[in-house]
């Protein structure tokens, strides 16, 4: 296992151009700058809860609407998490955190099994923040399951304002794979019985 794992994605299509480097033993460093300013506030807090080294560079059709890019950040937010762990030798797998923002409470809780899964509980709050669709959190949160190959639950406690469920969230994420993807000087190998993950 190399002294840093990291990772460099990007992809390009008719709809979006995203690059995103990723070193999940960094420091907290992030250098975002997408076309969609709310996601950029969230993984700006990503970054720095999680103590992740991020850069993305993204462009977009946002003149449709934000669902594009943030879905592909997304996509390469995950591939960059699967590829920066590679074969998961020696992680903790497990991750959980519970985080409050004012009025309200989040709780992520990740398994890195290599069995993608988002599973998504509470209310949001309103359907925008600013201009972003909040619908798009799940968006955002399915794709990089998916694509970061874990088992992701997201439960919303309680909460009225929906800025703050949302960074919350996004707080609670970082803390969670933070933990998930950590180095247990314990573990010979990868955590499961099966001998692969």
Same mark, same amino acid.
């Given at each position: 296992?190399? $002294?840093?794992?990291?990772?460099?994605?990007?992809?390009?299509?008719?709809?979006?151009?995203?690059?995103?480097?990723?070193?999940?033993?960094?420091?907290?460093?992030?250098?975002?700058?997408?076309?969609?300013?709310?996601?950029?506030?969230?993984?700006?807090?990503?970054?720095?809860?999680?103590?992740?080294?991020?850069?993305?560079?993204?462009?977009?059709?946002?003149?449709?609407?934000?669902?594009?890019?943030?879905?592909?950040?997304?996509?390469?937010?995950?591939? $960059?998490?699967?590829?920066?762990?590679?074969?998961?030798?020696?992680?903790?797998?497990?991750?959980?955190?519970?985080?409050?923002?004012?009025? $309200?409470?989040?709780?992520?809780?990740?398994?890195?099994?290599?069995?993608?899964?988002?599973?998504?509980?509470?209310?949001?709050? $309103?359907?925008?923040?600013?201009?972003?669709?909040?619908?798009?959190?799940?968006?955002?949160?399915?794709?990089?399951?998916?694509?970061?190959?874990?088992?992701?639950?997201?439960?919303?406690?309680?909460?009225?304002?929906?800025?703050?469920?949302?960074?919350?969230?996004?707080?609670?994420?970082?803390?969670?794979?933070?933990?998930?993807?950590?180095?247990?000087?314990?573990?010979?190998?990868?955590?499961?019985?099966?001998?692969?993950?």
């Amino acid at each position: 296992m190399s $002294a840093e794992r990291k990772a460099t994605i990007r992809r390009q299509t008719g709809e979006t151009d995203i690059e995103l480097e990723m070193n999940v033993d960094g420091s907290g460093q992030g250098e975002i700058h997408t076309a969609v300013p709310f996601l950029s506030h969230m993984l700006d807090l990503f970054t720095n809860h999680g103590r992740f080294d991020v850069r993305v560079q993204a462009t977009g059709d946002v003149e449709v609407d934000d669902h594009h890019t943030t879905e592909d950040i997304g996509i390469c937010l995950g591939q $960059a998490v699967q590829e920066a762990i590679g074969d998961k030798t020696g992680i903790r797998r497990y991750g959980q955190a519970l985080i409050p923002m004012d009025d $309200a409470l989040a709780q992520v809780v990740i398994d890195l099994s290599n069995r993608p899964h988002l599973e998504f509980r509470g209310d949001i709050g $309103a359907a925008k923040v600013g201009t972003f669709d909040t619908e798009l959190v799940r968006e955002f949160l399915g794709k990089l399951a998916v694509e970061a190959r874990m088992n992701l639950h997201v439960i919303v406690h309680y909460g009225w304002n929906t800025h703050h469920i949302i960074e919350a969230i996004f707080k609670a994420l970082a803390r969670a794979l933070s933990e998930a993807v950590d180095i247990d000087p314990r573990v010979q190998g990868v955590p499961s019985t099966k001998g692969m993950l």
